[in-house]
């Protein structure tokens, strides 16, 4: 397998124009920085010029002193003060404005990214830089065993068949899976013709009853003494927060030693895109269909991580694969926690076919519902609370995530300040949960949810959802 | 017979480059190198450091054994091509050794032009080509006083300088009204030639040789004014021409170079030219030309390799930029493009400073060349607004004021 790297990423939005980079770039290099933010397009609005540490270096083969190369281990571009010559050829290579001469000294002066601890990114306090390790993720989890045949039927660009084939290698095989009605054993996890598609024992229970079966798979294995197995479901939100929801409930409650991933799709994507509890307000879905009356769900999705928090489960979190590492370390806690209670974790994950996403699109549109905190990463434990992963401050407006799906695109300026609004509520009140202060959120805003029985009078009843601390 | 499905004549640029896009798209296809060069790869680049003495000659090596060995391509130093016979597909070589290849490049490069004038043959003189004529003229350097050169272009002030910095005395003669004649425009080569004659360099342009005898152990050049310049030793750098000797007979079309279309493809089939060896097509002018630099060598080989390999989905080749980076004295005088262009059709703006000087050459609000002295620039992306043809609209002065921050941000915006 070949080896992938880590690298330092950019989120322009985020990033403020302070500087705090450039400094600490200088300071540590002792010469000018290697990172430069530029004024950009608009006003408040900024650019960076930075070493992409290329895969295919220009810079490397227009060297005529072999004093760049790509090195193998880290990926980094390596510069020899020695063999260099200072002829500035390498600066006619590079598209990015990385690699420039030093006003003063004039050598040349490229990132190294600080052997692995870039400055800049330790200084940066927008955000706007970040460490990526999803190179090391790549690397470590490449080696693992993939728990699945290969070929599932996920459609083109599936973000669940990603989040499975991640979790099982991590989880491993000695587990014992239960896939419920859904896309995950739809693709072809449960198997064909009398053999399983996985490495592991795997079940296809009632979309009702997933976790009632796996706490007495767990009963039974803790009798056995087998106390090293993992009892986990990969389950859609339909067979979590909908038809399954009083078994679930009923495990938490209970305690039950289990690993609950709920896949998040916001629907029945399997079926034919139907509405489930997870789907958000506005969204077009076959149940919740856009005509001249009906412009989508009017009811707000429910929040069942935060379901879960008021359960007391040994663990809950949140997670989202465009931020792996994250995800990971989630994923470990999980996995531990399922030993000792209901260890839940919700993955979201945009569904290319049921939300018109692009199937290139999946991971950004994972990122742009993080950054809008349409999608806020938290995680809780009775002992420690509730404490954000990511900080929710700082977001890109709700509309510019909805822009991106789809399923949002007949959404008029009403019903985008109610999500807007919904979205503000849910912060704030996670934010109290997480012990920091919040400031109530204006109320909701026009086109409020309302109950999708018809009442028969002209407009149905509004709903006020208010916010009160 | 040795053979190979792919056979590189050419070990620099060019070659390397085209090597590395082929193992992209073909891991194992038999593969070997041969080049004329007894060492191992090195670029005709960093000889004016060699011959300083600042670079090592066994430092210089672009490519080492191990390299070879990884990427599966025989390299075999010492042999140098002498006939091609493209139906046959045979390279044969000086000894007589015959290889076959499926796919050919040629990426031979350029040996430098040695002109015509009376008496020059019989007297000798030094180039600068190979890792040889570096270590030759470092030896020469360090017993003579006085050095004539020949040529005030990048390789006849390159080693201008080195001489001079080595206590020489030293003369340059140029045909030319100006240094680097071609890249850079008349006031950056003013700065140029300043500082040249501020180590004591005696520039003679716009003069031409049209003697040389031998004198003493070294040698004489009169030049068109009657006058006769002496030294203990002469450099020759008035120019370099493809070689393309080796072609001849061979129906591969020629002109001043290897005529290759916009995939690097020459007259004959399955044979490619990349290099200084190569005439392309110019980015600016349309027409091909040799450019004789690295980074168009680098972009020739790299097309030629992936078509070579078969790429079916390349774009074809929008030709070749000059680029220019040269350093005198440690200062900066970096180009790209038709830095030097004036007249219709051209919008100039000349930024004069005491400490640094900038020439921004714009045509329908778009950057077409640039040259600064004293204030190094993004060269590379300069040349993505100038082949992109990036229209400036109202950033237009924006950019004149810092063409880096603004060039910086158009990337960065390009490429999220
Ligand atoms: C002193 C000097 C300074 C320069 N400075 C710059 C600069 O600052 N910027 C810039 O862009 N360019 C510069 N150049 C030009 C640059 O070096 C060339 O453009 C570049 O090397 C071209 O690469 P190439 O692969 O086409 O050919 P070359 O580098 O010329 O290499 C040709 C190869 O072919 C081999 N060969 C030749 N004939 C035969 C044969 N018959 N059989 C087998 N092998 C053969 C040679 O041994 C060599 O390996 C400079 C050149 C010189 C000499």
């Known amino acids: ?59 490397v083969m227009v060297c005529p002193a ?23 050829l390498c600066t006619s290579g590079c598209a990015y404005g990385a690699i420039s001469a030093d006003p003063v000294g004039g050598r040349v002066i490229k990132c190294d990214q600080c052997g692995g601890d870039p400055a800049c990114v330790s200084a940066c306090p927008s955000g706007a830089l970040e460490w990526g390790g999803a190179g090391s993720i790549y690397n470590r989890f490449g080696e693992m065993e993939d728990m699945f045949v290969p070929g599932l039927a996920g459609c083109q660009g599936c973000n669940s068949e990603l989040i499975m084939r991640h979790v099982m290698r991590r989880v491993g095989r000695n587990s014992v899976l239960a896939t419920p009605p859904g896309c995950i054993p739809g693709m072809g996890s449960v198997g064909y013709n009398g053999k399983t598609g996985t490495k592991v024992p795997v079940f296809h229970p009632l979309l009702t009853n997933t976790a009632s079966m796996l706490a007495g798979i767990r009963r039974y294995y803790d009798k056995v003494g087998r106390k090293d197995i993992v009892v986990m479901a990969l389950a859609g939100d339909g067979g979590t927060v909908d038809c399954g929801f009083h078994a679930v409930s009923g495990a938490a409650e209970r305690g039950e030693k289990i690993l609950y991933v709920c896949v998040d799709n916001e629907g029945y994507m399997n079926t034919g895109m139907q509405r489930s509890g997870a789907t958000p307000y506005g969204s077009w879905t076959s149940t919740t ?15 069942m991580p935060m379901i879960m928090v008021a359960h007391r489960a ?84 709700v509309v510019d995530y909805a822009r991106t799906i789809g399923k949002y695109r007949h959404l008029d300026a009403d019903q985008l300040a109610h999500i807007q609004a919904k979205v503000d509520e849910q912060v704030a009140l996670l934010k109290r949960l997480a012990g920091e202060v919040a400031t109530a959120p204006a109320a909701l805003a026009a086109a409020p949810a309302r109950t999708s029985t018809p009442d028969g009078a002209a407009t149905p009843p509004l709903r006020h959802e208010t916010f009160r601390p | 017979m040795p053979e190979a499905k792919y056979l590189l004549v050419g070990s620099s640029h060019a070659g390397l480059e085209a090597l590395r896009a082929i193992r992209r798209l073909d891991a194992d296809g038999s593969m070997a190198m041969l080049t004329k060069d007894s060492q191992l790869p090195y670029s005709p680049t960093v000889l004016p450091y060699v011959m300083s003495g600042r670079s090592k000659p066994d430092a210089v ?91 005030a272009g990048l390789v006849g002030l390159h080693a201008a300088e080195t001489l001079a910095e080595a206590g020489l005395a030293v003369s340059v003669i140029e045909m030319k009204n100006q240094v680097l004649p071609g890249y850079i425009d008349a006031k950056a080569s003013e700065r140029i030639e300043a500082a040249f004659a501020s180590h004591g360099i005696k520039l003679l342009l716009g003069r031409t040789a049209t003697q040389v005898a031998a004198l003493d152990g070294g040698v004489s050049v009169t030049t068109d004014d009657g006058r006769a310049i002496e030294g203990d030793m002469l450099l020759v750098a008035t120019g370099v021409k493809s070689c393309t000797e080796w072609l001849a007979g061979s129906g591969v079309e020629i002109d001043r170079g290897v005529l290759v279309d916009d995939r690097m493809r020459t007259s004959a089939a399955d044979v490619w030219a990349a290099g200084d060896v190569a005439q392309g097509l110019d980015f600016a002018s349309g027409e091909r030309q040799v450019l004789g630099i690295i980074p168009t060598a680098v972009e020739q080989g790299r097309i030629a390799g992936f078509d070579m390999a078969g790429d079916a989905k390349q774009k074809p080749w929008a030709g070749g930029l000059p680029v220019n980076t040269y350093r005198f004295f440690g200062r900066p005088a970096v180009s790209v493009g ?79």
């Open chain 1, 1 to 59: 397998m070949s080896i992938a790297f880590d690298t330092i990423a950019f989120r322009a939005p985020k990033c403020d124009g302070c500087g705090e980079c450039m400094k600490a770039c200088s300071a540590v290099k002792q010469g000018a920085s290697r990172i430069s933010i530029v004024p950009g397009a608009s006003a408040g609005a900024f650019e960076m010029a930075l070493c992409r540490q290329c895969g295919d270096p220009k810079c």
């Open chain 1, 66 to 88: 072999g004093a760049l190369t790509k090195n193998g281990a880290s990926g980094v571009i390596d510069w020899s003060a020695d063999k260099c010559v200072d002829c500035l």
């Open chain 1, 289 to 303: 269909p856009v005509g001249d009356k009906l412009k989508g769900k009017t009811q707000d999705a429910k929040n």
């Open chain 1, 314 to 397: 040994a663990y809950v979190a949140t997670a989202s694969t465009a931020y792996m590492e994250e995800l990971y370390d989630k994923l470990d806690r999980a996995i531990e926690a399922s030993f000792k209670g209901f260890s839940y974790l919700h993955i979201y994950s945009p569904c290319p076919t049921g939300w018109r996403v692009a199937s290139n699109k999946v991971i950004e549109a994972c990122r742009m519902s993080v950054e809008s905190n349409f999608v806020t990463l938290w995680e809780y434990t009775p002992e420690a609370g509730l404490r954000f992963t990511r900080s929710p401050d700082r977001p890109i407006p």
């Open chain 2, 61 to 151: 090596i672009l490519r080492d054994r191990a390299f070879f060995d990884e990427t599966g391509c025989v390299y075999a130093p010492g042999q140098a091509a002498q006939s091609l016979d493209t139906k046959a597909r045979l390279v044969t070589l000086a000894d007589g050794v015959q290889w076959r290849y499926e796919r050919l490049l040629i990426a031979t490069g350029a040996a430098p032009a040695i002109p015509p004038i009376p008496g020059l043959q019989s007297v000798p003189f030094h180039v600068l080509r190979t890792l040889d004529d570096a270590v030759n003229l470092r030896t020469r350097m360090g017993l003579a006083r006085r050095a004539v050169v020949l040529g």
């Open chain 2, 338 to 416: 038709q830095a030097a262009a004036e007249g219709d059709g051209f919008e100039v703006v000349e930024q004069e400073q005491p400490r640094k000087y900038r020439r921004i050459v714009l045509a329908d609000n778009r950057l077409v060349g640039i040259i600064t002295v004293d204030d190094p620039f993004d060269a590379g992306i300069m040349g993505e607004l100038i082949r992109r043809r990036v229209d400036l609209g109202a950033m237009k002065d924006a950019f004149l004021a810092d063409p880096t921050q603004v060039g910086r941000r158009l990337m960065s915006e390009m490429w999220r």
